[in-house]
């Protein structure tokens, strides 16, 4: 407890204790917060797998279509896409 001041003493062991508790409840806190943000960071990593996959899946077939279409003999590139 603290020295006797104007300051009813129960008031200052609330605050006292008030104060351990924050201080006792900070690395909890801390590391809620690190496995949340490490979990949306994964969560983030997957889904931008998974676009970087369609993209390339997209540009294979875009590829495939366009070299078919060279070895059946039409050989001018379509316009406005393939």
């Known amino acids: 407890m603290a020295f ?6 129960q008031v200052t062991d609330a605050v006292t204790q008030s104060n351990v508790s924050v201080v006792g409840n900070a690395p909890a806190t801390a590391m809620g917060a690190l496995y949340q943000t490490m979990g949306q960071a994964a969560g983030l990593a997957a889904q ?10 997209t540009i294979s077939a875009a590829t495939t279509t366009l070299a078919v279409k060279t070895l059946l003999g039409d050989s001018a590139p379509t316009t406005g896409g393939v």
């Open 4 to 9: 006797p001041t104007a300051v009813n003493s």
């Open 48 to 57: 931008n797998a998974v676009t970087a996959q369609q993209q390339s899946q």
